[in-house]
């Protein structure tokens, strides 16, 4: 199955991106995100699990994963800046980042175009649709679907957003660090799934600020962080996982890395099997639904020979998933 490569942000020749927009990854720039989406998103839940153990109930933000509070970071600097096209935003992405992008075009009034495969799955066209954002479906592959993006941004002059290469997307999902420390005083770890970097290295930033440990999770067939951390620099990776539709990244991106390298972050590759386990299990105890990708932080959690820490939150990032499977009994 071809995955996604994200479209990077395009510049149009007669648009030129402020630079004060283009600050860098640090806590400060995760401060003005909180500031900026503040009222926008809805505050994290955290609810007790076990014993030192809380989850941070993020699949319950709007559009069902964390990757809103980065798109509507994203849209809404732009738009307090007068930077934003007539054209609006772009992506190319069917999945929870381009969903993610046209539910926050709609909250602030911007027009959305996303590219999709003709043959992408009916209900995610309709729900891009229900948000408002305007579906242009083209030939049978992600790769052409992202090409008439990129060619449209350069000819429309349109935004082209990324699912989390970026760091205005990567400082809008790190407020979610200082959401679950508010809720649960004391925090000494957070466990969070990876995949492009754009979750990990956001709640990493402000994870550093606050001494904060981060448990950087990713399937054994799905490691990008993991490979760059040995290589030294962001590598291409084979994607190979029952959570690939959601942290399919075939590389990190460099803000990850870089946040990746820190003593604050410890890199834990867990199986497929203990992905589907962890799935499975979330819902017959706490009858919570949650994607693979989400499951994959939590099976670290089940999966490690001593605790994680004192008190422990454990992000389960997205729910965007068909939960009928979870509903059949098991053998």
């Not at 990854?25 to 609810?47: H, K, S």
């Not at 699990?49 to 970071?73: I, P």
């Not at 993610?100 to 995610?124: E, G, I, Q």
Request: proline share 5%; hydrophobic share 45%.
């Amino acid at each position: 199955m071809e995955r996604p490569q994200h479209p990077q942000h395009a510049q149009h020749p007669q648009y030129t991106e402020h630079t004060h927009l283009a600050q860098p990854l640090d806590y400060a720039a995760v401060r003005a995100a909180a500031a900026r989406i503040a009222g926008g998103v809805r505050p994290v839940t955290v609810a007790p699990a076990a014993d030192g153990v809380w989850y941070a109930l993020e699949y319950l933000q709007h559009t069902g994963t964390f990757k809103a509070r980065g798109a509507r970071n994203f849209l809404a600097a732009y738009h307090e800046a007068g930077a934003l096209p007539a054209a609006g935003v772009t992506i190319a992405s069917g999945g929870n980042a381009g969903l993610a992008c046209a539910w926050a075009a709609r909250a602030l009034s911007v027009p959305a175009t996303v590219f999709l495969p003709a043959n992408a799955p009916r209900v995610k066209v309709e729900r891009l649709r229900g948000y408002g954002a305007d579906v242009r479906l083209v030939g049978d592959r992600y790769a052409e679907a992202l090409a008439a993006c990129r060619e449209f941004a350069a000819g429309s002059g349109a935004l082209s957003s990324h699912a989390y290469d970026h760091p205005l997307i990567a400082a809008g999902a790190g407020t979610l660090l200082d959401e679950i420390r508010d809720a649960l005083p004391g925090l000494d770890t957070v466990v969070v799934a990876v995949g492009g970097g754009g979750l990990f290295a956001g709640v990493a930033t402000a994870a550093r600020e606050h001494g904060v440990r981060v448990v950087a999770v990713e399937p054994e067939n799905c490691r990008a962080l993991n490979a760059a951390l040995e290589a030294g620099r962001p590598v291409d990776v084979t994607v190979d996982s029952v959570a690939a539709d959601s942290l399919g990244a075939t590389r990190l991106s460099a803000d990850a890395l870089a946040a990746a390298q820190e003593k604050n972050v410890t890199s834990v590759l867990v199986p497929d099997e203990a992905i589907t386990a962890a799935r499975r299990a979330v819902w017959e105890e706490h009858r919570i639904v949650v994607e693979a990708g989400a499951a994959t932080a939590l099976a670290a959690l089940r999966e490690a020979a001593q605790p994680l820490g004192e008190r422990v939150a454990v992000v389960l990032c997205g729910a965007n998933t068909d939960p009928r499977d979870l509903m059949e009994p098991t053998a």
